[in-house]
């Protein structure tokens, strides 16, 4: 019974708060026409699978616009989040700056701090 309930609760919040939907912000700052910023949709991927030239993890995609996400995690909190797996190179500093970002409210763009440094 835990099993279904479960599941249903997955799919269910699954459906409401992980599942992207191009908005404006999507397209901030970017001409018209242009892809999606946050990378929608997702190129399909069956099987995890380890990248040795660039030490990178992939996870399975089942999905093209569901944001990655631990079930448990959405379930228990019923709240959104986004899981990746960083383990260096230009993921990481993208990371790093989106993070550096986002706490600092920094009213200069990503690009204009990296033009700077």
């Not at 609760?9 to 459906?15: P, T």
């Not at 191009?22 to 949709?41: L, M, N, T």
């Not at 089942?62 to 944001?67: A, S, Y």
Request: proline share 8%.
């Amino acid at each position: 019974e835990w099993n279904k309930l479960f599941q249903y609760e997955h799919k269910k919040l699954g459906e409401k708060v992980q599942r992207h939907r191009c908005k404006g912000v999507c397209f901030k700052g970017r001409p018209p026409g242009s892809p999606c910023r946050f990378g929608y949709p997702h190129d399909l991927e069956n099987k995890s699978c380890f990248e040795p030239d660039t030490n990178s993890i992939y996870l399975p995609i089942l999905e093209p616009d569901v944001n990655y996400h631990n079930p448990y995690i959405l379930v228990y909190t019923r709240h959104n989040h986004d899981l990746k797996c960083i383990l260096s190179g230009k993921s990481a500093k993208a990371a790093m700056f989106y993070i550096s970002d986002y706490i600092t409210k920094n009213p200069l763009s990503t690009g204009d701090m990296l033009a700077l440094m």
